[in-house]
Each structure stands twice: as C-alpha cells, then as structure tokens.
C-alpha cells in the first residue's frame, strides 16, 4: 500500500511544529507500505489546494494527515471532522474565518475511513500514550481533517502533542483546546515511532477489509 502522510508548517509565532518534525523523520517503508511525505501549509484556502495537488501527483492508497494540538497530552487520532471553521488565530496567510462551513453543501461531521481505533490499539500496545478524539478543533488542522474524509481514498487525521525541543516552549498549539496545557511525558524524537505504530495500526485494519473485499487470502 502506498500511503501520503502529511504534516504541518510552523505557524504564529513559533519556529517548530512537531508534526512537520514527526512526519519529516519518517522512514520511506513502513512494514509493506511505501510513504510518501509532505509538507502542507497552515493556510485554510492553501492546505486544501496543497492536498488536492498532492493526491493528484502521488495517487496513494491512503492517506494520514497530521498535526499538532497543544492543549493535549496523547497522541489523539481523530474520529471525525467538524463542517466549521471558527479560528481564534490568524492562519499564516493572515485569514481567520469564523464561524464559516468548509463545505456549505455538506454534512456537518465527516468519519475517518482509516480506523482511528485500531491506530490508537498499536499505540498503546507500543508503550506511547494515545487516545481516541472526536474534536478536531476548528481551526486548519480541522480543515483539513474535513477535506481528508471526504476522499475516495481511505484517510485518517492524527494529532500529536505540540512539542518542542529541550528549552524550547510553544506559543501555538492550543488551537484545538483552548483550556489549560497538558504536558506530555512524550519527547519529539519519539513522535516518529509512535505515528510508524499508528500507520501500522490503522492500515493494517484497512487491508483485513481490502482482502476480505476481493477475496484475497492472506497466509
């Protein structure tokens, strides 16, 4: 299966953003998988020009999408996407929609067609602590959470803990949870392991269900 994972640019204020660190890290074959990885910008209308371009160029199997959440402690897959864009910051094109459909015509959640369960199962069973999320916030990550389930190929939004290197604190992040920060005993240089046992986990389920689809038989 060849599978596109993407992360994000850093935005605001900061210099980092730990899903383009994770997604940057991580090997070009995971299992049977070859991945593919890029770099969306954090930019509602240019994170959905972005995707369609690169699904167009790469024609995967699957995609995973990811992202940063500093309001979180786990690594938080995530079930749904929200129809809404209500951002409390600027993008990093100096937009900030509120209250604003993604889609005007579509429905207001949209499921992820990668399992989210079985992401979170491999997590936990490799010793990193990860969580099933069904709130995506309302700000790119969100977007393009949205956009990611509403493709023909099976697709699964992931958000990891905004974290930084040693010294280093974030000043975004809390888009998707604007209560109070959570720190996470998870490092940045574990971000990688953890999303190849997420990928792992989800896609494995997938293929269960692509076989049982054509009538493969797996030995």
């Known amino acids: 299966m060849h599978i596109l994972v993407t992360g994000f640019e850093p935005f605001g204020k900061d210099s980092f953003n730990a899903s383009q660190e ?39 199997d699957a995609l995973i999408c990811v992202g940063e959440a500093g309001g979180r402690d786990a690594i938080t897959p995530e079930a749904r996407g929200a129809n809404l864009d209500d951002a409390r910051i600027q993008d990093n094109d100096g937009d900030q929609p509120r209250a604003a459909a993604i889609d005007p015509r579509g429905p207001d959640f949209l499921e992820a067609s990668l399992n989210p369960a079985a992401a979170v199962k491999m997590m936990l069973n490799e010793g990193f602590k990860a969580e099933l999320s069904t709130d995506a916030g309302r700000f790119v990550c969100n977007h393009v959470a949205y956009l990611a389930y509403r493709q023909p190929v099976p697709s699964l939004f992931i958000h990891v803990p905004a974290l930084r290197p040693h010294g280093v604190e974030a000043t975004v992040g809390a888009e998707t949870d604007p209560g109070a920060r959570k720190r996470s005993k998870l490092e940045v240089g574990q971000l990688p392991r953890a999303l190849e046992a997420a990928i792992r986990g989800a896609c494995s389920i997938q293929e269960e269900t692509s076989a049982e689809n054509t009538g493969d038989v797996h030995q």
């Not at 994170?47 to 160029?57: G, N, W």
């Open 22 to 60: 994770a997604v940057s890290q991580l090997p070009g074959q995971i299992s049977n998988h070859r991945i593919t990885t890029a770099i969306l910008p954090v930019s509602f209308k240019r994170s959905a020009q972005e995707l369609d371009h690169l699904l167009a160029e790469h024609r995967p």
